[in-house]
């Protein structure tokens, strides 16, 4: 079972976001558990003070490190120089592996792949930042990680907390009806690496469901004409390769329009660099 704790100064957020669809289903079926922590618990005045004005100056109000700490040391995670030097992943099935997660404009980017890294984890600590931010002493001292899920200020690492839940819960072996689903979606790579020896081979998508790491190709359903705009015919034609080709040709013609970033991440086939180099082409015309 995963488990995921969250520290926050709203637990009653929680109560929505956290309450439907594969999250809900996951905690039902006993597969992750989510704990909220109420950080105002954690205040040692009667006001249950968690916030203070940084030193130096400046607008706005800044997390304290005492509340913090107390919190999530009541949790009983392991030190965090004993976090940062075991490896990320558990070694193996049963062994403990937790982290601390700050949530953090300042922190790395939260990805497909960060993801997939936090599901191999048994506990998962998220602290929830407000205000102007967190005393850097929580960053430095208490939390093995930040994590930003984007580039942009949000009022508070709230929303952040609920999107890594449920990022990682459809991870969790059990979580989705269809194990497939989760190796067919945008950002997840279904490439992999074949290594014999020194060599390694690139392995290409081998299912009509498969982008590969790009962006999503389209999706069409019943009934195939709606208002004037007809399904595709290749994809009712039930020719598995066309249908194939088809799907990798339009990924990689909305990666190039919307995310040209990722085709730079991504191992292209030589079928896909041809594919590439017509669209770019037809982009120029």
């Given at each position: 079972m995963a488990t995921f704790e969250i520290v926050t100064i709203f637990p009653d957020f929680f109560r929505g976001p956290l309450d439907y669809g594969i999250v809900r289903r996951a905690r039902e079926s006993k597969l992750i558990e989510i704990s909220i922590?109420?950080?105002?618990?954690?205040?040692?005045?009667?006001?249950?003070?968690?916030?203070d004005r940084p030193f130096g100056g400046g607008e706005g109000m800044v997390l304290k490190p005492e509340p913090l700490f107390k919190c999530v040391e009541s949790l009983g995670v392991a030190p965090r120089e004993?976090?940062?030097?075991?490896?990320?992943?558990?070694?193996?099935?049963?062994?403990?592996?937790e982290s601390v997660i700050l949530l953090s404009p300042q922190g790395e980017l939260f990805t497909q792949a960060?993801?997939?890294?936090?599901?191999?984890?048994?506990?998962?600590?998220?602290?929830?930042?407000?205000?102007?931010?967190?005393?850097?002493?929580?960053?430095?001292?208490?939390?093995?990680?930040?994590?930003?899920?984007?580039?942009?200020?949000?009022?508070?690492?709230?929303?952040?907390?609920?999107?890594?839940?449920d990022t990682v819960a459809r991870l969790i072996p059990g979580a989705l009806g269809n194990e497939a689903s989760a190796q067919q979606e945008s950002f997840t790579a279904a490439r992999k690496l074949r290594a014999e020896g020194s060599n390694s081979q690139a392995v290409g998508p081998d299912s009509t469901c498969s982008s590969g790491g790009l962006l999503d190709y389209p999706?069409?359903?019943r009934p195939a004409e709606f208002r004037g705009m007809t399904a595709p015919e290749v994809l009712i034609g039930g020719n598995h390769e066309q249908i194939r080709k088809w799907r990798?040709?339009?990924?990689?013609?909305?990666?190039?329009?919307?995310?040209?970033?990722?085709?730079?991440?991504?191992?292209?086939?030589?079928?896909?660099?041809?594919?590439?180099?017509?669209?770019?082409?037809?982009?120029?015309?």
């Open positions: 922590h109420d950080l105002r618990d954690f205040a040692t005045d009667k006001h249950r003070t968690v916030d004993q976090r940062l030097k075991k490896p990320k992943p558990k070694p193996k099935p049963g062994a403990a592996a960060v993801a997939q890294d936090l599901a191999e984890l048994e506990r998962i600590v998220l602290i929830c930042g407000r205000y102007e931010g967190v005393d850097e002493r929580v960053a430095d001292g208490l939390a093995d990680r930040e994590i930003s899920i984007g580039d942009y200020v949000l009022s508070g690492g709230e929303l952040g907390a609920a999107v890594i839940v999706h069409y359903t990798r040709r339009k990924a990689l013609e909305k990666t190039l329009r919307n995310r040209p970033d990722l085709l730079e991440r991504e191992t292209l086939s030589e079928e896909d660099r041809r594919l590439l180099t017509e669209l770019s082409a037809g982009r120029r015309d």
